[in-house]
């Protein structure tokens, strides 16, 4: 089979791309002028210059393929610009949905994420629950507005949609939120904690790759939603098995919240000033998802795809050590 493959220089992408090797598909990734397109060329994937806002590009990339699996969102709790958001994470994820409609595409895996789900009624929550109506940050605003795109468009025009919900995701290569708090932890660079009573369901980056392709591979799945994630850990928890397994000590002061709460409102309002990231990711969207927590419940994946979770514990090994070809 021909895929194509949106987002597959990120992280997640980057490890599919990985998984896929050992299969005999066909990869065909749609990527900018900007990225580093090396990893891709070693992998000999067909590479197709464009974006999501390009529909030409998107066209292009799908004609002749059997599936499509689309990765590419704006994950992040800050950017100079937000407009950025609604253009990738919404718009983007419509024209890819409306592209795999009009070049025949048999299936698309869409990758959303649990925080489209806000904080739902049920504890911990699945795939059936209604989302909560308050979302805590732009990215998971307009992941959800995406989502609910790509939705109507299965009610309505038989789009043959299957979509993942990763948890917090873990792993070697990670230079996002979660990446860049233990790379600080065990760098100690990192003045105090917060929040280090929330709550939240992690997952190995390597076992959302491996639902992805399940989810690719498994027969009569159209419609089907799959939480991707187990372990449970707070994030003092996981700041000490960061530092367990690096062998540094934790910062000796936990920050109440309120400070934390305005440690991050000035930092944020700077950022916003300057154009430059708040440091130690001091952004008042992260403080939001950290106060607010969630608790996922990802089963449904284990069962009926068959996926095996791998350790919170080995993530952060992977991290700490940058295994990322493993």
Known sequence: ???????ATGFI???????????SHALRCLVR?????????????ELIFGDVSDMPSLQKGMNGCDSVINLANV?????????????????????????ALETGIKKIIHISSVVIFGKPDECPFSEECKPG???????AKTKYEGDKIAWELYEKNKLPLVVLYPAAVLGPGDNKATGQYIQLLKQRKLPALAYTNSVMTWVHVKDVADAIIRAFEKDGNIGKKYIVGKEILSIGELSKMV????????????MPNWMAWICAYMLTT????????????????????????????????EKELGIQYRTVKLAIKEMLNNHIHD
């Open 1 to 7: 089979m021909t895929i194509f493959i949106t987002g």
């Open 13 to 23: 992408g980057k490890q599919l791309i990985l998984a896929f090797s050992e299969k």
């Open 33 to 45: 002028k900007t990225s580093d397109i090396d990893f891709l060329k070693k992998q000999r994937c």
């Open 75 to 99: 994950y992040s709790m800050w950017e100079p610009d937000p407009s950025i958001y609604y253009k990738v994470n919404v718009e983007g994820t419509r024209n890819v949905m409306t592209a």
């Open 133 to 139: 109506s308050k979302k805590y940050s732009e990215y």
């Open 243 to 254: 530092v367990e397994i690096s062998g540094v000590p934790l910062p000796k002061i936990i």
């Open 270 to 301: 700077l950022a916003n000033m300057t154009k430059k990231p708040p440091m130690w990711g001091m952004v008042l969207d992260q403080i939001r998802n950290m106060k607010a927590g969630f608790m996922a419940d990802g089963c449904k994946a």
